[in-house]
């Protein structure tokens, strides 16, 4: 059980694009969700903690206008990355926990290249 | 401001050896650590979960352990197989309401010689 879907794996575009990342727990509800960015040979740096109806709250130095978060449900996180540039280009890793106290069970992660 | 931090960077041994993963953090006042690997170019899977009231446990050939005065975790593969090969990642969490807001550790890249 606790299985976190990303989608899509990978994806390649042109810089200026705006790319959509989605986060979904398969099998159980998820109060909280994390998006987390990772340079290569980095460890993980939490970028935003999302909950289900209300604003996501993001990290210092994180751009809220540039990552923008909707938890619209309790099973679905998205990421969007608006007007991507080279610089975006990472690795992105979403989390997603039932309730205070469990565990974070993490998705598979979303290769974005820009060009 | 917690900081994790994973010695050594990389390391490679060969099959059937025994092998400690260090994990240090500046922080003690943690409510639990966690240990996770990472296979290249995907996301991480729990392997184990130590809670602040523990000292140490066990998941098959995978024993952690746990000393929140010290600030220290290690994480001790024993009989290393190939397939042990991956990048081994230390978390704690930065509040005490959870596993709330996971702080990482730098990471231990291990290969494991066939």
């Known amino acids: 059980g606790a299985v976190v879907s990303q989608h899509p794996s990978r994806v390649i575009c042109k810089s200026g694009t705006s790319v959509k990342i989605e986060c979904r727990s398969l099998?159980?509800?998820?109060?909280?969700m994390f998006w987390y960015r990772q340079f290569p040979k980095q460890s993980l740096m939490l970028m935003a903690t999302?909950?289900?109806?209300?604003?996501?709250?993001?990290e210092q130095g994180v751009e809220k206008d540039k990552f923008l978060i909707n938890h619209a449900s309790l099973t679905l996180s998205t990421l969007t990355v608006t007007s991507a540039h080279p610089e975006d280009s990472s690795f992105y890793i979403c989390?997603?926990?039932?309730?205070?106290?469990?565990?974070?069970?993490f998705g598979d992660g979303t290769r974005l290249s820009i060009l | 401001k917690q900081e994790v931090t994973q010695i050594p960077a990389a390391l490679s041994v060969p099959e059937g050896e025994n092998l400690v993963l260090n994990c240090s953090f500046t922080?003690?006042?943690?409510?639990?650590l966690q240990w996770f690997r990472q296979d290249p170019g995907k996301g991480l899977t729990s392997l184990l979960l130590i809670q602040s009231s523990q000292r140490e446990q066990t998941s098959g050939r995978l024993n952690a352990s746990l000393d929140k005065s010290s600030g220290r975790s290690t994480l001790y593969i024993a009989a290393s197989q190939p397939g042990d090969s991956a990048t081994y990642l230390c978390?704690?969490?930065?509040?005490?309401?959870?596993?709330?807001?996971?702080?990482f550790g730098t990471g231990t890249r291990l290969t494991i010689i066939p």
């Open positions: 099998d159980f509800q998820a109060t909280t």
């Open positions: 922080d003690s006042a943690i409510y639990n």
């Open positions: 978390a704690v969490p930065l509040s005490n309401f959870g596993n709330e807001k996971l702080t």
């Open positions: 999302s909950n289900e109806g209300s604003k996501a709250t993001y």
């Open positions: 989390s997603a926990k039932r309730s205070v106290f469990r565990p974070q069970h």
